[in-house]
């Protein structure tokens, strides 16, 4: 199947079947059927094996799944069979804690460089990685393979930094400033909004509530 026909649904939920495979696989369990897999993840048998069914099913015979194969197909198809060079741009309280993260590395995602306009930051080291002057950027880009940029600068930044990205022909952005990137569809982007998870959280801790309120007033 042409990976354009699977839905986002199915490519959001590829990730948390590979933490979950991961975990099996330090466990040191070779085998797991889609009832296992269910009842761990909470996530029915049924829509386990439709998901696996976009990619040609993953080979599940006799007693379940083989974890090391479903491990190393689902990081494939997550394109985590390569090494993904990144920069950060904007080493201020988020570019700093993403890059001293070390479990992007385990995945390989590799900060490579960071960038930033305040003389506050340009030389600080964040780990073995120095912080350069925005001016650097391009040419660091074009030299070293990079395929992701992180962006971590005020909103108002944004914008202008990505265009200068397209011109380097960075082929995608992974963009933390609330705003929507001026990009061709050619370049991907994610955008991350911690907020819209926290608001989530608080709609459904007050919905909660309100239930609890409900019952009470009726007893
Ligand atoms: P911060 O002020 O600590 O860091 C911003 C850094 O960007 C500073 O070091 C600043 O010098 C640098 N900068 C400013 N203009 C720049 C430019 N033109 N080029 C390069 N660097 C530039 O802010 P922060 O708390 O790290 O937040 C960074 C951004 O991330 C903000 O846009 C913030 O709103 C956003 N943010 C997003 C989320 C999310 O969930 N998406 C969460 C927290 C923060």
């Not at 083989?66 to 201020?92: S, T």
């Not at 003389?119 to 350069?132: F, H, R, W």
Request: aromatic share 8%; with cysteine; hydrophobic share 40%.
């Amino acid at each position: 199947m042409d990976d354009k026909d699977i839905s986002n649904a199915v490519i959001a939920r590829l990730p948390r079947y590979y933490r979950y495979l991961g975990e099996l696989k330090n466990d040191r369990i070779e085998r797991v059927s889609s009832r296992e897999l269910s009842r761990l993840m909470h996530v029915t048998a049924s829509q386990i094996r439709q998901d696996f069914n976009n990619f040609g099913g993953f080979g599940q015979q006799g007693y379940g799944y083989n974890v090391d194969y479903l491990y190393d197909e689902i990081g494939k198809i997550l394109g985590l069979d390569h090494i993904h060079n990144m920069i950060i741009i904007g080493a201020g309280n988020l570019g700093q804690a993403l890059v001293g993260y070390m479990n992007f590395k385990n995945r390989g995602f590799v900060f490579r460089g960071a960038f930033d306009i305040s003389q506050n930051v340009i030389g600080k080291k964040i780990g073995s990685i120095e912080v350069l002057p925005l001016d650097d950027m391009p040419e660091f880009v074009r030299n070293n393979n990079i395929d992701i940029a992180v962006l971590t600068v005020p909103k108002t930044a944004a914008a202008g930094i990505a265009k200068e990205l397209v011109e380097c022909r960075i082929k995608a952005i992974w963009n933390f400033a609330h705003i929507d990137l001026p990009v061709p569809d050619s370049i991907k982007v994610e955008n991350v909004h911690l907020s819209d998870s926290l608001m989530k959280l608080s709609y459904n801790l007050h919905r909660s509530e309100d239930d609890t309120n409900t019952t009470g007033a009726a007893e």
